[in-house]
């Protein structure tokens, strides 16, 4: 039964009707006692408090209903253990704080940036690359990791457009280390791994320039182009022998697709290696979360669904649904905008909670004015905050970058 309120078309549904991304007006309970409460319901958990309130009616208003991601597939085996249950472990050595990390993770990222800029250059001038100095990068950045690897994940989330070749094998060489250490990995492979990920894409900066910014769809021609790359970069590694068989092999098959789709050699299953495997999920999830001359970014958790969506087909199926573990339903240094109007940036994440991560919040929407910075945790019982969406900067004319050293490094 619908009935006109103002300009809205409103609906009575049952309990059971109700699902994530509904817009909820009022709702009553078992005693028909109206309650007027209104906002979307953001996920499962929500419904669940519903039905322990005893909530047996609401009225919703279908037009402002929203699209979710089915995310509850990829978390099913993040639980909370009571407190009780909870097998001890041995302690561990304490990282160091997001805040006192931060300062060195963004010089490390500048010079990062300098070296993959320096590296770059020679190849263009046909001269050889120090491998050794590229390992000494890509270790620090690795201590930085196991130090706090929030802070690396914050500065990979601070792209510029001019700078996507430089700053995406960067990214992928963090979000590599970030994976790597979430599996357990030891910690001289992760070395390894992390420069094979910021190598991984030299070869492209042989290719024409004109052809890697083109903004309309490429030619057979110009794709095959595209694709020689691969080759460009084995070639180019082929006479530094220092490097690594696992750092050559993430340059090899970072394109290989499980389904024999990929590129160059149309390898299949079984014959990608692991780290093949995982490369190639971190790759694609940094190109699609990455503004691009030919297309926009899109956010951490739309990237998420596509990752899944291509599983076990293209990805496999068990490595992404690791990653997105790993990487929490929003990552740190994703832009969020609250449901009380604040805008603010994912801090840390809530391993028990991954709905509820921490925010560190810096501006208010509905005052329009920057307001003190503050950090909430999203589960806790004194803040009614809920993540409403992810957003980009210019959606409200914001200088990220600015707030991000005002709010973390200064």
Do not use: W
């Not at 402002?64 to 978390?75: D, L, P, S």
């Not at 006479?239 to 499980?258: C, K, Q, W």
């Amino acid at each position: 039964m619908s009935k006109s309120v103002t300009s809205e078309t409103t609906k009575n549904i049952s309990i059971d009707q109700l699902k994530p991304g509904m817009y909820v007006k009022s709702f009553s309970d078992n005693s028909n006692l109206n309650i007027k409460s209104e906002g979307y319901i953001s996920c499962q958990e929500s419904i669940t408090q519903l039905r322990k309130a005893k909530i047996s009616h609401l009225v919703i208003v279908p037009e402002k209903e929203k699209q979710t991601v089915n995310i509850e597939k990829v978390f099913a085996e993040i639980k909370t253990i009571p407190p009780a249950r909870e097998k001890k472990s041995p302690p561990i050595k304490p990282g160091l704080s997001l805040d006192n990390e931060i300062k060195k993770a963004s010089s490390l990222y500048k010079n990062a940036k300098s070296l993959q800029e320096k590296i770059l250059g020679q190849i263009k001038q046909k001269k050889s690359i120090e491998i050794t100095d590229a390992q000494e990068t890509t270790d620090a950045m690795v201590d930085s990791i196991f130090r706090n690897q929030d802070a690396l994940t914050c500065m990979s989330r601070l792209q510029t457009k001019d700078s996507y070749l430089i700053e995406h094998s960067l990214n992928v060489s963090i979000l590599m280390s970030v994976f790597a250490k979430h599996l357990g990995f030891e910690r001289r492979l992760i070395q390894e791994l992390a420069l094979g990920a910021f190598l991984h894409d030299i070869g492209k900066v042989l290719l024409p320039n004109d052809m890697l910014s083109k903004r309309s769809a490429l030619t057979a021609k110009e794709q095959n182009i595209i694709r020689s790359h691969v080759a460009l970069g084995l070639k180019i590694l082929e006479d530094s022998p220092s490097i690594s068989y696992i750092a050559m092999n993430m340059v090899r098959e970072h394109h290989e697709r499980l389904d024999g789709s990929g590129y160059p050699k149309q390898l299949k299953g079984d014959e990608i290696s692991q780290y093949g495997r995982m490369i190639a999920i971190i790759d694609s999830y940094d190109a699609m979360t990455s503004e691009r001359p030919y297309r926009k970014s899109v956010h951490p958790i739309n990237a998420f669904k596509t990752l899944i969506s291509e599983s076990p087909d293209r990805y496999d199926e068990e490595l992404v649904e690791k990653f997105i573990q790993c990487m929490g339903v929003y990552p740190v240094g994703t832009l969020v905008k609250l449901n009380s109007g604040k805008l603010g940036l994912i801090s840390r994440l809530n391993k028990q909670k991954p709905l509820h991560p921490y925010v560190r919040v810096f501006y208010n929407t509905r005052l329009n004015q920057a307001i003190p910075i503050e950090e909430i945790n999203l589960s806790g019982s004194k803040y009614k905050d809920q993540i409403d969406c992810c957003i980009r900067p210019e959606e409200f004319n914001l200088n990220l970058l600015g707030f991000f050293k005002t709010a973390f490094i200064d």
